[in-house]
């Protein structure tokens, strides 16, 4: 029985050899003969009947029916859904491939490209835009790997990992993936959202030539988003900040990753930590204390200097728990005062603990001027309590080389 079904696997290898599918993979069998993973097939148009059983028959990427049977499936096995080359630019002429509550939290669902071949495009002269090219949406337990994003058509993102309210997105690895050249990108090229959503990683991704303006970023994360990572990944030229976890983000680690900034592009930061507290007459977004930005390499190789590596940032009014205007002398102490004086402020007024913020074995180039940075800024109509400014405050934070416990998951 086993000598038949692996001459029968090689013989499926065999037929597919001229198809759009890679052929390096062979269903895994057990010392019982049953499959530990079904194979499932998509394409940019569907092929033959559409069922998705077989790459000549692979089903339409947008098919709601498809990812039902998939969904179904999932239920008593893990899923591999191979998508096969081309351009599935109808995620941007047609309609946004959204993955809803889908996955399993035993079996896990992988969806796979052709590496480089696979490519999701927004054609740039097109008179559309569009929110998204692909979001999954409280979901569970999948793996996205060696899907490609490009083209300048106007889009808020590519990709997008978020959960609703009382909802969840979880276990999503995000692993070989590129976003390049994507000028018409208005917040990120990829993202994670809401409190909902946790446990997102980004390993062995490339991000290039990101953006239309400062609100762009290779990355977008915000709004209670916990446990997301970055790690062994490629970003280069972007308009806003590179990496950014905005309020109330908690659990980040960015971890052996290149940033490099080169001549035309005016990127902010390369790691963000941003509040914008624009709602009167209270903010109600939150720093949090948990980060990791460790063994990763900055380069400014354009001709002006990039100010800040890292920064944590505030803009606007205070939530009331909190002080994150600052008087003329606390921002004296956050300035000029004495290590334990301004770390000791720094919890009181922001809640950060520098002790749980670990920042270490970087490298950053000359034109990088400050590599952490803190800063509180009046805006939106709230009133000022006496400062405005930047801080440096590299030598506050954690630079143990041990990693913290969370880190490791």
Same mark, same amino acid.
């Given at each position: 029985?086993?000598?038949?079904?692996?001459?029968?696997?090689? =013989?499926?290898?065999?037929?597919?050899?001229?198809?759009?599918?890679?052929?390096?993979?062979?269903?895994?069998?057990?010392?019982?003969?049953?499959?530990?993973?079904?194979?499932?097939?998509? $394409? @940019?148009?569907?092929?033959?009947?559409?069922?998705?059983? $077989?790459?000549?028959?692979?089903?339409? =990427?947008?098919?709601?029916?498809?990812?039902?049977?998939?969904?179904?499936?999932? *239920?008593?096995?893990?899923?591999?859904?191979?998508?096969?080359?081309?351009?599935?630019?109808?995620? @941007?002429? *047609?309609?946004?491939?959204?993955?809803?509550?889908?996955?399993?939290?035993?079996?896990?669902?992988?969806?796979?490209?052709?590496?480089?071949?696979?490519?999701?495009?927004?054609?740039?002269?097109?008179?559309?835009?569009?929110?998204?090219?692909?979001?999954?949406?409280?979901?569970?337990?999948?793996?996205?790997?060696?899907?490609?994003?490009?083209?300048?058509?106007?889009?808020?993102?590519?990709?997008?990992?978020?959960?609703?309210?009382?909802?969840?997105?979880?276990?999503?690895?995000?692993?070989?993936?590129?976003?390049?050249?994507?000028?018409?990108?208005?917040?990120?090229?990829?993202?994670?959202?809401?409190?909902?959503?946790?446990?997102?990683?980004?390993?062995?991704?490339?991000?290039?030539?990101?953006?239309?303006?400062?609100?762009?970023?290779?990355?977008?994360?915000?709004?209670?988003?916990?446990?997301?990572?970055?790690?062994?990944?490629? =970003?280069?030229?972007?308009?806003?900040?590179?990496?950014?976890?905005?309020?109330?983000?908690?659990?980040?680690?960015?971890?052996?990753?290149?940033?490099?900034?080169?001549?035309?592009?005016?990127?902010?930061?390369?790691?963000?930590?941003?509040?914008?507290?624009?709602? *009167?007459?209270?903010?109600?977004?939150?720093?949090?204390?948990? @980060?990791?930005?460790?063994?990763?390499?900055?380069?400014?190789?354009?001709?002006?200097?990039?100010?800040?590596?890292?920064?944590? @940032?505030?803009?606007?009014?205070? !939530? !009331?728990?909190?002080?994150?205007?600052?008087?003329?002398?606390?921002?004296?102490?956050?300035?000029?005062?004495?290590?334990?004086?301004?770390?000791?402020?720094?919890?009181?007024?922001?809640?950060?603990?520098?002790?749980?913020?670990?920042?270490?074995?970087?490298?950053?180039?000359?034109?990088?001027?400050?590599?952490?940075?803190?800063?509180?800024?009046? $805006?939106?109509?709230?009133?000022?309590?006496?400062?405005?400014?930047?801080?440096?405050?590299?030598?506050?934070?954690?630079?143990?080389?041990?990693?913290?416990?969370?880190?490791?998951?």
């Amino acid at each position: 029985m086993k000598t038949n079904l692996i001459i029968l696997c090689l =013989f499926f290898l065999v037929s597919c050899s001229k198809s759009s599918y890679p052929t390096d993979f062979l269903i895994t069998l057990d010392e019982n003969d049953v499959a530990t993973e079904k194979y499932q097939y998509v $394409s @940019y148009v569907k092929q033959g009947d559409g069922s998705g059983d $077989s790459p000549k028959n692979a089903a339409d =990427f947008l098919s709601t029916a498809f990812w039902d049977k998939v969904n179904e499936l999932l *239920e008593k096995t893990p899923v591999h859904v191979q998508f096969s080359e081309g351009s599935y630019s109808r995620s @941007y002429t *047609e309609k946004t491939l959204v993955l809803s509550s889908i996955g399993n939290s035993q079996n896990r669902l992988t969806l796979q490209g052709v590496d480089g071949k696979t490519v999701f495009m927004a054609p740039e002269d097109l008179a559309l835009s569009k929110s998204s090219l692909f979001d999954i949406k409280n979901s569970q337990n999948i793996h996205v790997k060696n899907i490609s994003f490009t083209g300048s058509g106007e889009l808020g993102y590519a990709f997008r990992v978020t959960s609703d309210a009382d909802k969840s997105a979880k276990n999503i690895l995000i692993e070989n993936c590129s976003w390049t050249d994507m000028r018409g990108i208005i917040y990120g090229a990829a993202g994670a959202h809401q409190p909902g959503t946790s446990h997102v990683t980004f390993l062995n991704c490339t991000f290039k030539r990101i953006g239309i303006d400062s609100h762009s970023h290779h990355i977008y994360n915000a709004y209670g988003t916990s446990y997301v990572s970055v790690v062994d990944s490629h =970003f280069e030229d972007c308009t806003g900040d590179y990496v950014r976890f905005r309020d109330d983000m908690d659990y980040a680690l960015v971890s052996g990753s290149t940033f490099i900034r080169n001549q035309g592009f005016d990127g902010k930061v390369f790691i963000s930590v941003p509040l914008f507290n624009s709602r *009167e007459p209270v903010g109600d977004e939150y720093f949090r204390t948990n @980060y990791a930005f460790t063994n990763n390499s900055f380069t400014n190789n354009a001709s002006t200097n990039t100010e800040n590596a890292i920064t944590f @940032y505030h803009a606007g009014f205070s !939530p !009331p728990e909190w002080n994150y205007l600052l008087t003329a002398e606390e921002g004296n102490t956050l300035q000029t005062g004495s290590v334990t004086d301004k770390k000791a402020l720094l919890l009181s007024n922001f809640g950060i603990d520098t002790d749980k913020v670990r920042i270490s074995g970087n490298t950053y180039s000359s034109k990088i001027v400050t590599k952490v940075a803190l800063g509180t800024f009046v $805006s939106y109509g709230a009133i000022s309590k006496g400062f405005a400014g930047w801080a440096d405050i590299t030598d506050l934070v954690n630079s143990s080389t041990q990693p913290f416990p969370w880190e490791d998951r």
